[in-house]
């Protein structure tokens, strides 16, 4: 499938009116908040290089790392804000808020949360930090970095949320 023909979907806070008329192709922008903006800033100073750690009970810190244990710890340490653990649980509880709509992954703002999708499910999450850019924790590294947010990293779409 070309790059064209990828989907890319947003779970965003959007204005009421929206989720009330079930408009779902919004193509407005998100809107950075402050939860997100804090929780990337602090990814980055204080969560960047750490070791990966795929045993599910040691991805969430304070020296390993998984990629939904680094976007939980984020959001609770640098953005006062509850996420759940896992990568499929953070996906649900965003959607789940009702305030899903569609656009393009290009919109994305510092501190969205980027999930990433293969087969129908959610197998990928960073923090999006700008310039086309996230922190993630992934095994083919080896521990959090910095990297391409819009690389296809072999996934069939992104999508991406916000924290209020």
Same mark, same amino acid.
């Given at each position: 499938?070309?790059?064209?023909?990828?989907?890319?979907?947003? +779970?965003s806070t959007v204005?009421?009116?929206?989720?009330?008329?079930?408009?779902?192709?919004?193509?407005?922008?998100?809107?950075?908040?402050?939860?997100?903006?804090? %929780?990337?800033?602090?990814?980055? /100073?204080?969560?960047?290089?750490?070791?990966?750690?795929?045993?599910?009970?040691?991805?969430?810190?304070?020296?390993?790392?998984?990629?939904?244990?680094?976007?939980?710890? %984020?959001?609770k340490s640098g953005?006062?804000?509850?996420?759940?653990?896992?990568?499929?649980?953070?996906?649900?509880?965003?959607?789940?808020?009702?305030?899903?709509? /569609?656009?393009?992954?290009?919109?994305?703002? /510092?501190?969205?949360?980027?999930?990433?999708?293969?087969?129908?499910?959610?197998?990928?999450?960073? +923090?999006? +930090?700008?310039?086309?850019?996230? +922190?993630?924790?992934?095994?083919?590294?080896?521990?959090?970095?910095?990297?391409?947010?819009?690389?296809?990293?072999?996934?069939?779409?992104?999508?991406?949320?916000?924290?209020?």
């Open positions: 499938m070309s790059g064209i023909g990828k989907r890319a979907v947003v +779970i204005i009421a009116a929206f989720v009330g008329l079930g408009l779902t192709n919004a193509t407005e922008a998100s809107a950075s908040t402050s939860a997100g903006i804090n %929780a990337a800033n602090y990814a980055v /100073k204080n969560l960047l290089n750490k070791p990966y750690s795929e045993i599910r009970q040691h991805g969430t810190g304070p020296t390993y790392y998984d990629c939904s244990g680094l976007v939980q710890k %984020a959001f953005g006062n804000r509850y996420l759940p653990r896992t990568t499929d649980e953070q996906w649900r509880y965003l959607r789940n808020k009702g305030t899903a709509s /569609k656009t393009h992954v290009h919109t994305a703002q /510092k501190g969205d949360i980027l999930f990433f999708w293969n087969n129908g499910s959610v197998q990928h999450v960073g +923090i999006y +930090i700008g310039s086309g850019k996230m +922190i993630d924790a992934n095994s083919t590294q080896g521990h959090s970095k910095i990297e391409s947010a819009f690389y296809n990293w072999g996934f069939d779409y992104i999508t991406h949320g916000w924290v209020k």
